[in-house]
């Protein structure tokens, strides 16, 4: 977990130190970039997997794959840079939430495509992204994230854009397991915890500024 956090973050460093050392020139969009993104995301569509021991002995395996409708909201923050007139590499980080009082921290990586030939106009995009979130900065516990999206980016100036996004976002997670045993619910953990795999679909809108 630690060595992917790292990886990360290297990559992202050394796209930026690489891009920093080209000469502006006479571009029309800045080297470095930056900005802040806000979205809320709706969850339509759940499976889940759980195998496990029960507490009298004998196996239970659940297999759920059904609507599961709730709304959350996401704030990020990334830096990059563009690689070109149409090409950008950033690095996204923040808040975001996962499910009822579940409230997650992604770090992931974005490639975004921008067609039209001039980065002075307004023109449509579209990006795919990946990365992994935890809860609370816990390493050892976290859950894979991707993103397939676009948009229309509105240009205000050189340096300044505004973008008005969708997205479909899967969350690959491992969920608590509990039974219930006797009158109590009790934590499933242990050797008796052989699979708990969720796939949490949903679609994001949301806007975003960038520098």
């Not at 973050?9 to 930056?34: C, H, K, M, Q, Y």
């Amino acid at each position: 977990m630690k060595k992917a956090i790292v990886s990360v973050l290297l990559l992202s460093a050394a796209v930026l130190l690489g891009a920093a050392g080209i000469s502006a020139g006479e571009r029309d969009f800045p080297r470095i970039t930056f900005g802040i993104e806000g979205s809320f995301a709706t969850n339509f569509w759940t499976y889940s997997h759980f195998n496990y021991i029960a507490d009298e002995g004998y196996r239970v395996n659940i297999r759920h794959n059904e609507p599961d409708l709730h709304l959350n909201g996401q704030l990020l923050a990334n830096a990059g840079c563009n690689l070109s007139q149409r090409t950008n590499l950033s690095v996204y980080c923040g808040i975001c939430g996962l499910s009822t009082r579940e409230i997650m921290m992604p770090v992931s990586l974005r490639f975004t495509y921008m067609f039209g030939d001039s980065p002075l106009k307004n023109r449509w995009i579209t990006f795919a992204e990946t990365g992994i979130m935890t809860e609370r900065l816990k390493l050892e516990e976290f859950s894979a994230i991707g993103k397939l999206g676009g948009g229309y980016r509105i240009s205000l100036s050189r340096s300044v854009k505004l973008d008005l996004l969708m997205a479909y976002q899967a969350v690959f997670t491992h969920p608590d397991v509990s039974e219930i045993s006797g009158d109590k619910t009790i934590p499933v953990t242990g050797d008796r915890l052989r699979r708990n795999n969720a796939i949490l679909n949903a679609l994001t809108f949301g806007f975003g500024l960038c520098f």
